[in-house]
């Protein structure tokens, strides 16, 4: 299993409007990744999950990929 990404580049803030950084762990068909795939810690793997969440409510990421 990998580090998690963001413990490892030392990064505090993850803003749900970075729809690149999201996009990393989202599989193609546009599900959430699991934390066995992605080597997230648990931490992090739930913040990503609501940033996720929150921008495809807004808008900013689809629910599905076709």
């Avoid at 803003?15 to 959430?32: A, H, N, V």
């Avoid at 080597?39 to 807004?58: D, E, F, P, S, Y």
């Amino acid at each position: 299993m990998a580090d998690c990404y963001f413990c490892k580049k030392n990064i505090k803030e993850i803003d749900y409007k970075d729809t690149e950084l999201l996009r990393q762990f989202l599989s193609s068909q546009g599900k959430i990744l699991a934390r066995k795939k992605t080597g997230n810690c648990a931490k992090h793997q739930r913040k990503i999950t609501k940033l996720i969440k929150r921008a495809r409510h807004i808008g900013l990421l689809p629910y599905v990929i076709r």
